[in-house]
Each structure stands twice: as C-alpha cells, then as structure tokens.
C-alpha cells in the first residue's frame, strides 16, 4: 500500500501520518513545501516520494499522482478536507473503487465507519482501491530507536498538465471553531452528564465560541437528543487530539477517553475528584460544572 498525502506550505494535515504509518512507511507528498513536510515523516516512513504541484488543486493533483500509482492498487489518503476532495479524482482516474471513512484498511481487509460513528462495516475490497483513513482512529508510535531516521525522499518534477478541471478558489477563509470538525480542533471544549440540561449545552456553545474552541459531548449526551452525533467524542463518535481539552461534568468512562488521542492538556471540572477524567487531568477542578460554566460566561467577553 502506499499513502498520499497533501501538504500546503510543508504542513501535514490531521491524519497524515497515521495514513503513512497504515501503509507500512511508503508515502507519495504532494503540494507545496513537500520536502520539509517528507522530513516531518522521517520518524515513520521509508520510502517517501515528493511532487512539487503549486496551490491545491485537487483535478491538477490527481493527474500528477496518476502516472507513480498505476502499479499501487491500494493507495490511502488521510481524510482529511483535502484528502477528501483529492481521493475521489484519484479513484476515477485510476478506475477504482473509493472506500471514504475507513477506520483500518490492508490489502484484503477494511472497516469503514457508518452511521455517524455508531457502525462499522467490515468489508473484503476488490483488488485494487483507494480509501481515506479517518484521522486520529490509528495513531501512531514511534520507537525511540527510528525517531533520529532521516528520510531519502525522491522528488518528481509536475508540468501542471490535466486533463480534468478544477474548481476556481474564490477565497480562501479561517476555520470557523464552532462548526469545524472536531477531529482537527486544536481546542475542545466537552460536555457530560454532569451537564444538568439541553440548555446547558446551548451555555457551553456559547463558550466555546467565546474561547475559539469546538463543543463536543459523550454519548450519553447524543443518546438523549441535546447533541448532534457529529459533536460526539469518544469509540463510537469521533476521535480527536487536541492541544487543549475542557472537560464539563465528564466522568471518563473508557469508551470517552479512548477517543481523546494524547491532548498536550486537560483541565477537568467535577464534582467527584476520584472519577477518571479528574485523574487524567493536568488540572482538576471540583467544583459544579454547570455553577463554573455560568461563572465563566459572565466573566469571559462576547466576540464582535
């Protein structure tokens, strides 16, 4: 398998490298600032490729990617927005089929996320495919030996050729904290049941928008209707690693905690400080949730 990853401006996007880690190391980075973004892989891959292709353009891209992957019949991208855009045009320009969403995905093998998080689909591909791996569902370790690798990247020159067009970008804006997809909010803001009410969550929105973080919830919450299902973090929600994690009246049960990735920092605020959230915390708080939520609120500006 090899993986294809988009970069703008040598960054990696959510998922990169656990897409390359799912394919055993062997990548193909194309975009722009390739090269600095093949040395982020150095600890993980082993046989990287690079394309220097201009500004992203998903029609552009896929005719440059088409040529190195006819003799790749299985490619995974990240899904991440780009990887989703640029997936599909690889799948019609190499005739295959597209799995999208895909929790694991080999050669003979893939699970595909459904329903909101709520199923996977065990499914045997045909033998030649492209699929997206959904980020933060893998992970990927690195061992202290292969952390100091340094990658050999080839680098493939593109004329910019298609044959395909492309969509004309307009503007290109910020992400909006509040709608954006928790797999790739870099701060987080959850609520649990130790949220009292529906209401309550409408206050840690309206956090949330004052902090430019995302809102997320557990399963309980989506369960009794508060929450969409696509705000639930968790084994059968999405999973996230954010830089920050604020966690509301969160108890910490498995099946929440073992969707929060590793946050570089956790602030806790519940009433039991026994539970397992408030022990994973960098800082604990036990106190009200919905008392603290309100104290917040009226200390912390409206955005203009």
Do not use: K
């Not at 988009?6 to 194309?30: F, M, N, S």
């Not at 909006?176 to 790739?184: H, Q």
């Amino acid at each position: 398998m090899r993986a294809v990853v988009p970069v703008r401006d040598g960054v990696l996007p959510a998922g990169g490298t656990e897409a390359v880690a799912e394919c055993d190391g062997r990548a193909i980075v194309i975009g722009t600032g390739t090269a600095e973004a093949a040395a982020a892989l150095a600890a993980i891959a082993s046989d990287v490729i690079t394309i220097e292709a201009g500004q992203f353009a998903p029609a552009s891209w896929a005719s440059a990617l088409a040529p190195h992957l006819g003799d790749e019949p299985h490619v995974v991208l990240p899904a991440s927005p780009d990887g989703r855009d640029l997936a599909p045009r690889l799948a019609v320009l190499l005739h295959r089929d597209l799995h999208a969403g895909a929790m694991s995905v080999s050669p003979d093998h893939i699970e595909l996320i459904r329903g909101g998080g709520l199923v996977v689909s065990d499914i045997r591909p045909t033998d030649a495919f492209v699929a997206t791996l959904q980020p933060g569902v893998r992970g990927v370790e690195v061992s202290a030996a292969f952390a100091s690798h340094t990658v050999a990247a080839r680098s493939v020159r593109f004329d910019g050729s298609t044959t395909l067009p492309d969509p004309t970008v307009i503007e290109v804006m910020p992400p909006d904290a509040a709608t954006m997809d928790l797999a790739e909010s870099p701060r987080i803001i959850g609520g649990g049941a130790g949220l009292a009410s529906a209401d309550a969550f409408a206050q840690l929105t309206d956090l949330s928008i004052r902090l430019d973080a995302s809102m997320g919830a557990t399963r309980v919450i989506t369960d009794r209707g508060w929450v969409g299902h696509e705000r639930q973090i968790g084994t059968t929600g999405v999973v996230v690693s954010p830089d920050l994690y604020l966690a509301f009246g969160i108890s910490g049960a498995v099946q929440h905690t073992s969707g929060l990735g590793q946050p570089d920092h956790i602030v806790s605020i519940n009433t039991d400080p026994h539970c397992p959230m408030m022990q994973l915390a960098d800082l604990a708080v036990v106190s009200d949730a919905n008392a603290v939520l309100i104290e917040l609120l009226d200390r912390l500006p409206i955005h203009d």
